[in-house]
């Protein structure tokens, strides 16, 4: 049997005679240094520095953890703007990975909305006058032919989770061309600071197949290809080319799909999902988030799920993935295919979807209606529009994914009132400049009694007397576990069960005692691991865990196997690479 890789051609993990992990290094000096992974800046012990080859390379003193963090930090508070700290992190992480999980960690809750959204949609902009430093891969449409001899330049040899975009439909700003690729580093950069997954686990992709965006084209400093976007079957054949490549490289990977436009994004899923084990966030782990949160507004109603009739606005890969879960939801609380459909109405830019609408996608049509559905509905163009659908389905839950400002108008807020004493909105179009309808509104047309929700970050509502928390309905509270789950039981598919295991989990994890749908963001990484526990126990269940270890543990031995293998940011002793030691 031949023997297993190294990590990385730079380095290897492995543990000593008494079993603690420690790296071999196959690189030193300056080459080192170069190396985010392995580099400790000031921190390098006095014989590590001696052994390594860098004597003379760093400043004299040898800083504390707790030192590098602190100076860090203070710098991050010295940037100017929400962006200048998106990029003095992401310069860190190209520098020092470990420090810059570390000072993650210990901020998580501040610096998320820097490092993901709603900033990384400004850094997705400007990536191109503003690149640096590489990181990832990328494959374009000049040189998939030869994706298999690209990818064995990637230095590392395990990756477990990939997330890989066409960067179509960015966020809500749409075509996006290669500054996509920094949405890929993002969520990467959460599966390891949330759900544990270790950075040189991961590898972002970005699949450049062109841009429909002329000033793109047209702009002597964008840094990918300046055609427009690969269609059809050549655009398969390309996707068809990575995925075999990918996988014949690195077998155990996971592969995230994200921001793909929402007709390719359904396609996308549905083509490979059975073929390498993978998921779309935007529609999967968007559905399981809001479904989660729906679940802890339930709670708060001190109502049942079955008890609301849902409008989801905006037919796109979030929209459908969110009305596909909520109606698996509904008939997971009992109704039948037929009652959960009933009772989930989908909006676009047309109204409500209806037979006979143009451009009708297949992801769309089993939320489609007939005008013999709306009998005893006013309504008065040839579909109802948003604020009709609102009135006469009698709506009490009410979501947006369409990046349309301000589009939920007062008038059918306040019709909500009339199903429902507090009605649930979700206005979760990112970034924030594209919400629906902005909180502290929908807080003052409800006299303070809807359940509100958004896709960024906002601060409570000063309401009369009472401040009202406003929810964040964030796909990190989903994907990290998700994707960790996964990769623990090496699963071979992530069904629709391990995702519904994921939303229903976030909801029990909810505390619901002061209004909130959504927990905060500081217990992420805690959130994160129970929930990659309940997506292994679902892969064992649906017969999909490949890791025959896994299969015999108990609920609680699962849970205790995650916590264990899950990365922290903590930097091992470098040796020059020597033989012996057992492999980690």
Not at 332 to 361: K, N, W
Not at 436 to 458: M, R, Y
Request: aromatic content about 8%; proline content about 5%; some cysteine.
């Amino acid at each position: 049997m031949p023997d297993t890789p190294p990590v990385s051609r730079y380095y290897d993990v492995k543990r000593d005679e008494h079993g603690q992990r420690y790296i071999d290094v196959y690189v030193n000096g300056l080459a080192l240094l170069q190396n985010p992974l392995l580099n400790k800046t000031t921190a390098f012990t006095a014989q590590e520095r001696r052994d390594l080859g860098l004597e003379g390379l760093i400043p004299p003193h040898i800083s504390t953890f707790a030192e590098q963090k602190e100076r860090t930090y203070l710098r991050y508070l010295r940037q100017a703007t929400d962006l200048e700290k998106h990029e003095y992190l992401r310069a860190l992480q190209d520098r020092n990975e470990v420090l810059f999980y570390a000072v993650l960690e210990d901020h998580l809750e501040e610096m998320l909305p820097i490092i993901y959204t709603p900033t990384v949609g400004e850094a997705v902009k400007q990536y191109s006058s503003n690149y640096r430093y590489p990181r990832g891969f990328t494959v374009s449409a000049q040189d998939i032919d030869r994706v298999e001899d690209m990818l064995e330049n990637v230095p590392v040899n395990d990756v477990r989770m990939i997330v890989a975009t066409d960067s179509s439909a960015i966020l809500g700003i749409g075509d996006q061309g290669f500054g996509g690729m920094a949405i890929s580093i993002g969520k990467l950069s959460l599966y390891t600071a949330a759900g544990g997954v270790g950075p040189d686990k991961t590898l972002p992709v970005e699949l450049d197949v062109g841009t429909n965006r002329q000033d793109l084209i047209d702009d002597p400093l964008y840094l990918g290809l300046h055609q427009r976007r690969m269609t059809g079957a050549e655009y398969d054949e390309f996707l068809d080319k990575f995925v075999e490549a990918a996988h014949a490289r690195y077998p155990k990977a996971i592969i995230q799909w994200e921001d793909f436009s929402r007709g390719t994004a359904f396609r996308v899923l549905e083509r490979y999902r059975r073929v390498v084990p993978s998921f779309n966030d935007d529609i999967q782990g968007t559905g399981a988030m809001a479904l989660s949160g729906l679940l802890s507004a339930c709670r708060i109603k001190n109502e049942g799920l079955t008890g609301q009739v849902f409008v989801v606005v905006g037919a796109g890969a979030a929209g459908i993935g969110v009305a596909m879960a909520i109606r698996q939801g509904l008939m997971h609380e009992g109704l039948s295919f037929e009652e959960a459909g009933a009772r989930v109405f989908v909006v676009d830019r047309y109204g409500l979807l209806m037979e006979g609408q143009p451009d009708l996608e297949p992801q769309q049509m089993s939320f489609v209606r007939r005008p013999e559905d709306l009998a005893g509905w006013t309504y008065e163009g040839e579909a109802p529009t948003l604020h009709e659908v609102i009135v006469n389905s009698r709506a009490t839950a009410l979501l947006g994914f369409t990046g349309v400002p301000g589009l939920f108008r007062r008038e059918s807020v306040e019709a909500m009132r009339m199903h429902t004493a507090r009605p649930i909105i979700f206005p979760l179009s990112n970034p924030s400049s594209h919400v629906e309808a902005q909180p502290a509104d929908l807080i003052n047309w409800t006299d303070g009694q809807a359940i509100v929700a958004t896709g960024s970050p906002f601060a409570d509502i000063q309401y009369g007397t009472r401040a009202f928390p406003i929810g964040q309905g964030n796909n990190a509270f989903i994907f990290p576990g998700l994707g960790f789950g996964a990769v623990a039981t090496r699963a071979r598919e992530i069904t629709d069960n391990m995702v519904m295991a994921a939303a229903y989990t976030l909801a029990e994890l909810t505390p619901t005692d002061e209004g909130r749908v959504y927990p905060a963001i500081s217990d992420l990484r805690e959130i994160s691991i129970r929930i990659a526990a309940r997506v292994a126990r679902q892969a064992i269940t649906d017969g999909v865990c490949a890791d025959r270890r896994m299969r015999a543990l108990s609920d609680e031995q699962i849970e205790a196997n995650i916590r264990d293998r899950a990365w922290l940011p903590q930097y091992l002793p470098l040796r020059r690479a020597r033989q012996g030691g057992a492999r980690d």
